[in-house]
């Protein structure tokens, strides 16, 4: 079971990573709350279906690799992290950005509730 605030990000942005690597949208998708606010590189969505959507539309043989930064406790069941992530692509350059979450514990279990994404330069 995750105990600080950095197990508990990195436990979720795990499964989140394993889906994305895998090229599954659903699954993806199934890290985020009902109301998640998701803002990648493209027009933001609510919910996960507007994630999947945007999953789908990314290039097989994808792979994201992430570090947390930083974490902070805003809430018992709410955590927010900041991490930096490389997308790397079979046929392009690696897309490296710095990537904001707010995971929430519903039940027993860690969501993403926001996620946004920054690209610097």
């Known amino acids: 079971?995750?105990?600080t605030?950095?197990?508990?990000v990195?436990?979720?942005m795990d499964?989140?990573?394993?889906?994305?690597?895998?090229?599954?949208?659903?699954?993806?998708?199934?890290?985020?709350?009902?109301?998640?606010?998701?803002?990648?590189?493209?027009p933001y969505s609510v919910g996960p279906d507007g994630v999947a959507a945007y999953y789908e539309a990314t290039t097989v043989g994808m792979t994201a690799a992430y570090e947390v930064r930083e974490t902070?406790?805003?809430?018992?069941?709410?955590?927010?992290?900041?991490?930096?992530v490389d997308f790397a692509f079979p046929e392009r350059p690696t897309?490296?950005?710095?990537?904001?979450?707010?995971?929430?514990?519903?039940g027993e279990r860690w969501f993403i509730n926001h996620y946004q994404v920054s690209k610097l330069g």
Do not use: K
Request: hydrophobic letters at 45%.
């Open 1 to 3: 079971m995750a105990n």
């Open 5 to 8: 605030d950095a197990e508990i």
């Open 10 to 12: 990195r436990s979720v």
């Open 15 to 42: 499964q989140w990573r394993s889906a994305v690597n895998a090229h599954d949208p659903g699954r993806v998708a199934s890290n985020f709350t009902d109301d998640a606010i998701f803002q990648g590189l493209r």
């Open 72 to 84: 902070r406790r805003l809430a018992d069941d709410v955590v927010l992290g900041y991490l930096s």
């Open 95 to 106: 897309l490296s950005v710095n990537l904001s979450v707010i995971v929430r514990r519903i």
